[in-house]
């Protein structure tokens, strides 16, 4: 079975600080894809990443960057200089790629920027 | 973008009323998807649907739930006899043709309220 641990609950920090949320998985398959996605205070899922478990090459996208670490299982997310508008709940997700084809979420950590 | 289209964004109905919630998924996709999330806590999967019928359910999704595909384009989920814990943000997703979900498309959601 799979499962994803997003240890931190809720993190607050001042606006313009770096502030990484931690993810955690655990899966039995060799193959799989990992996600994070963002859920704004309006409610619907913004897709941020996916990331293949053939690749372990950190992908740095504006302020955002992941950090991929198969030997941990982890798939850390970074926000470098963090602004009120990155407010939301975060969600790491995993999904085999063979057999069952359902994501599997983590609990979500709430990230709240402070002006 | 293509975008996966939920109606009604918020719905509220009695307890033991039946609800139908309905999705319009990409038009050149296969799959499709019902993920529930209840306030405060992580996106659960509760079916996936292919080639008309449904390839795998979660533990959620019992007697009460059903899936349907009536034309084309739409995909609706019914809840027959709506309870209290039914109440829940209901996302729809679809993935592309490959049949593999590198990347699920999400509606917005419907939000559903049974009092």
């Known amino acids: 079975a799979q499962k994803v641990t997003q240890a931190q609950t809720e993190i607050s920090v001042v606006e313009k600080e770096d502030v990484t949320l931690d993810c955690v998985y655990e899966?039995?398959?060799?193959?799989?894809?990992l996600f994070w996605y963002k859920q704004p205070p309006s409610g619907e899922l913004v897709f941020l990443i996916r990331?293949?478990?053939?690749?372990?090459q950190n992908e740095i996208s504006g302020r955002y960057s992941w950090n991929f670490q198969k030997s941990t299982s982890s798939f850390n997310f970074t926000i470098t200089a963090s602004q009120v508008v990155d407010s939301a709940v975060y969600f790491c997700?995993?999904?085999?790629?063979?057999?069952?084809?359902?994501?599997?979420f983590g609990q979500g950590t709430r990230l709240t920027i402070n002006p | 973008e293509p975008e996966v289209t939920q109606t009604p964004s918020h719905q509220v109905t009695q307890m033991g009323q039946e609800v139908i919630l309905r999705c319009v998924p990409i038009?050149?996709?296969?799959?499709f998807y019902w993920y529930r999330q209840i306030l405060g806590q992580k996106v659960e999967f509760l079916v996936s649907f292919y080639n008309n019928e449904i390839s795998e359910k979660s533990e959620i999704f019992d007697d009460q739930f059903s899936v349907e595909r009536p034309d084309g384009s739409n995909f609706t989920l019914k809840i027959r006899s709506t309870k209290l814990e039914d109440s829940a943000m209901y996302f729809c997703a679809s993935s592309d043709t490959t049949g593999k979900p590198e990347k699920l498309f999400f509606g917005s959601g419907t939000q559903l309220s049974v009092l």
């Open positions: 990331r293949n478990s053939f690749d372990e």
């Open positions: 038009s050149n996709h296969l799959y």
């Open positions: 899966t039995r398959d060799t193959t799989y894809y």
């Open positions: 997700a995993l999904i085999r790629i063979q057999g069952a084809q359902k994501l599997v």
